[in-house]
């Protein structure tokens, strides 16, 4: 790693999708987990939801798996090979490897893309520097379609997984789901993410029976999980939907439809 020069992704998304200080937000008393699942929308809608989940996540080395809403991902994961930016601090790309850990990295390291618009990376990132200024992470970018894919990078990760390593998965829930429906739905979600039938949800995605900004990360993260031999049944800290956002707060986009948010952790 030490031959190859690290870059810096500079904060773009502060002041817009979330404030430039620190937030005033009580939390609660959760164990630590080795996985959470976090929103990543603007900050007025989901930024309480996030601040909990990222307060469970252990901080020695993070996977932190984002959507890619901007660009195309030819390798189904995309790591960015530099520190990643917010306004409260940074992720530190770890360069402790051993030679088998940096090879299998390599494999997705990329020094292209992650836009400077990438909001499902920074806007979580931010709610971690509230708890680690700095800390040693792993910001990948998401976009597999394909089992075989799935397969082949979960058990390359599988490989480098270190026992204090945690995960923390960027992703919305239902988007643009009309208010009377947000409560069933979400409610079906968080059955599924309960008992722990990621595969089931991720399927029922594809199929569109519900939709989710983020589950091609979740299902990645299930994969490594289990092949790790974690749990990957998550325990729902909030739920919430934008149509609970306080009206002067609220744009007038979300008048008819409805984003869920789910904080939690296994």
Known sequence: MEALKLKSREAKCSGQWYPYHRSKYEFFDNPLASAVISPHAGFTYSGAVSLEAVSQVKKKRV?????SHYERITNGLSIFHGDYNSSLGRTVFPDDLSSNQSKIISKYLSDEGHRTEEHSIENVLYCLNHFCGEVQAFCGLVSIRDNDTFEKISDDLAQVWDKDDSII???????????????EL???????????????????CCRGLYEACGIESLYLAFLLLTKVKENTKYNILQLTDSSRTAPGERKRFFSETCVGYIAANN
Do not use: C, P, Q
Not at 169 to 183: A, G, K, L, P
Not at 186 to 204: C, D, F, P, Q, R
């Open 186 to 204: 979400m409610y079906s979600v968080s059955v599924l993410l309960k008992t722990g039938n990621i595969g089931e949800l991720y399927h029922a």
């Open 169 to 183: 998965v960027s992703t919305d829930w239902n988007h643009f789901v009309r208010t009377s429906r947000i409560e």
């Open 63 to 67: 996977w932190f798996f984002g959507t």
